[in-house]
């Protein structure tokens, strides 16, 4: 828009102050958006601001710190960060599991049992442990998925065109029109059901593009511990993404 064109190119964030704490707020602006609004993501902390386009960055400014009591409410209640890093417990398969950095030479990262329960125990140079620790995770969820889809293409009589894992942040899973399904390497991190549905659900969207009620009969006679499953995205799904 020619307004747009003159006002110039927006910063991507704005730091605002609130009772003396800082807080940085990521601008994205909508030619759709009819008000400012604002969100918190309850997964990563990220506070972000929707402007619409003729909205000025004065006016956006004075909105953020008019809400900045509202924003120190919602980080709040955000889960703290879990980094890989020695002696962080992090949940496998549901399972906790402590992270043991067992030597500094390079060997497989493996599960064991320590003196205090369950335990992934590393070995390689500090400074690489966080990959080596992702790394693993990701190879354990492309098993689980592969296992899974196994499962679900005998029951329905076909299978999808690839697998891709990736760290989505807006869903879990989800399904292309070309039959290709993504998830998201975190399901790793819940229990074994929850990724079983997930997958159960994306496969099920090869025969429904749609969320109908056939579809969702299609997913029950698939899977037989959907409730179970969507119960425990609704209540834990949010503090998988704290881990990493």
């Known amino acids: 828009m020619r307004v747009a064109l003159l006002r110039g190119s927006d910063p991507d964030h704005i730091d605002i102050l609130h009772e003396g704490v800082k807080f940085r707020v990521v601008l994205r602006r909508r030619p759709t958006a009819r008000r400012l609004t604002l969100r918190v993501s309850s997964a990563t902390g990220e506070v972000v601001m929707t402007l619409p386009a003729r909205t000025s960055l004065a006016v956006a400014r004075t909105f953020a710190?008019?809400?900045?009591?509202?924003?120190?409410?919602?980080?709040?209640?955000?889960?703290?960060?879990?980094?890989?890093?020695?002696?962080?417990?992090?949940?496998?398969?549901?399972?906790?599991?402590?992270?043991?950095?067992?030597?500094?030479?390079?060997?497989?990262?493996?599960?064991?049992?320590?003196?205090n329960g369950p335990a992934l125990s590393v070995a390689c140079e500090a400074p690489h442990l966080p990959r080596r620790v992702r790394d693993f995770l990701e190879r354990e969820v492309r098993k689980d998925l592969a296992q899974s889809v196994s499962?679900?293409?005998?029951?329905?009589?076909?299978?999808?065109?690839r697998i891709t894992v990736r760290d989505t942040r807006s869903r879990w899973g989800s399904c292309t029109a070309r039959g290709e399904l993504n998830f998201s390497w975190r399901l790793i991190l819940a229990p074994p059901l929850v990724l079983d549905y997930l997958v159960a659900h994306e496969m099920a969207h090869l025969c429904e593009m749609n969320h109908s009620s056939r579809f969702w009969s299609l997913v029950g006679s698939l899977c037989p511990h959907v409730e179970e499953a969507e119960r425990w995205l609704k209540r834990n799904g949010a503090s998988l993404h704290r881990y990493g």
């Open 65 to 115: 710190v008019s809400h900045g009591g509202w924003i120190a409410m919602r980080l709040a209640k955000v889960p703290d960060r879990v980094a890989f890093e020695a002696g962080a417990e992090l949940p496998l398969r549901g399972v906790p599991h402590r992270i043991l950095h067992r030597s500094e030479r390079s060997g497989v990262t493996l599960v064991t049992e320590a003196e």
């Open 151 to 161: 499962h679900y293409t005998e029951k329905l009589g076909q299978g999808p065109k």
